[in-house]
């Protein structure tokens, strides 16, 4: 008998939406969202129509970075739910189709982790302190740090102990680094890994996952040579083992690499068969709105993959970056960490309008998507909020010039017409949100946006529908005019996006499927996306409005 063609592992192609717990939806009242919340509103994230969730750390965690300073990774954090809920969670959501990516956070632990309080009870030179990086200071009595390194979260990434030794944090003080040449850092890391398969993960998202392995000297920092902590080629060994576990599952599990590496080629090798299966592709989101820019990171990005196998992946916002909507507003449209200040001047219609196109560009390439929950609302970043309301260490260690995150972390509007717009479930004792929301949010909840064709969450719904069912194969750009981007996928699919400044005429013809905005004169607007199959019918009564297409198949 002929055998069935197998279907390509789920993550290949995969719409991922990224919740970040706290802010998701609140199922008990208290102001912070939880796995409860969570539950309740799966049937959002089926009608939006995508593949997996993937959940930020939801484990126990003094919340020193925004739960990335974990004190028991095998736990749910008792703010969040339990235990018992997160498999309920998992098990619920994988019988609605969404497979489940949790969070891992292999580079540091909090400094509240049973093994760094031993690590601190213990004297220098002790085993409990190997598992760290301790080491004596410099200077005649040991006052200087051990060396130049910065702190990702900015100052310097070494904290003095009582008895005079320093240890390291690349991020804030209370995530002490683990050390990855010891053996029970390793064997401790795989056990977590078998811990969220077994209960059913689907894969595993790692955080910081360029980072973890440094040279054993811990040098000073210098212009040439291999850098002492980033990307050091000792990492691959640890991926490899990681794979060896996921693969030893029915079906394998997949590995999801945060790995912040500008040179494509560097950031494709931990792509190889035997590593991990997708990283995130920063890259592309912090290009700015500019076509030779995205066109240039498309190609580079579909070039560097294409060599190891591995599918691209499409990032446009996460819990760390400026929010789209807000961004593409900026004479600046790039992100950059170290550009992030208070106060930058924003046209929110102009946002609102480049995130759209964005959205339609960036779901009709060849690859896994990722989507950060609110994108599909159009939220914009928060950029009033109380200073003294923000948690982010980012704010923090910089003195207070940068904003931090907080502004996109901000709790769902979900229902309603003043704050906490439904993130509180119903029936709850209704907390004040733990970040404040705008006064300005009701046109954006999801209940005002249902059923409504002209807003972003149709757009994302629509989009997300027709890319399942009509967009496959690769990607072959076609000749367009300056500032516009024009590519097919498969047989018939075309998407068009325009980024100049005028607009341009739309000479392909066929149906159109989706517009990110209204067309005029058959003519694609500024800033504007739009998706046809070519060879079909134009679809009427295309002007003026956005088109869906029918779902029926012509
Ligand atoms: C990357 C995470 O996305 C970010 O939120 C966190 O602060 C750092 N890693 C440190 O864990």
Redesign the pocket.
Known sequence: MAQQPESPPWWRDAAVYQVYPRSFADGDGDGVGDLAGIRARLPHLVELGVDAVWFNPWYPSPQK??G?DISDYRAVDPALGTLDEAEKLIAEAAGLGLHTIVDI?P??VSDRHPWFRAALAAPPGSPERERFHFRDGRGEHGELPPNNWRSEFGGRPWTRTADGQWYLHL?AAE?PDLNWDHPEVRAEHEAVLRFWFDRGAAGVRI??AGLLVKDPALPDLAPDGPHPYVDRDELHQVYRSWRAVADSYHPPRALIG?VWVPDAERFARYLRPDELHTAFNFDFLARPWDAAQLRESIDSTLAAHAPVGAPATWVLA???VTRTATRYGRADTRFDFAAKAFGIPTDPALGRRRARAAALLTLALPGSVYLYQGEELGLPEVEDLPLDRLRDPMHHRSGGTDPGRDGCRVPLPWSGTTPPYGFTGPGAATGEPWLPQPADWAALTVEAQTGDPDSVLELYRTALRLRRTRITGALRWRPAPEGVLAFDRGPGFTCLVNLSPRPVPIDIPGEHLLSSDALTDRHLPSDAALWLLRGARREPGERGRTVAAPMTKR
């Open positions: 970075d925004g990335y956070v580079n540091h991020f995530q955080d910081s945060e996460n819990h760390d």
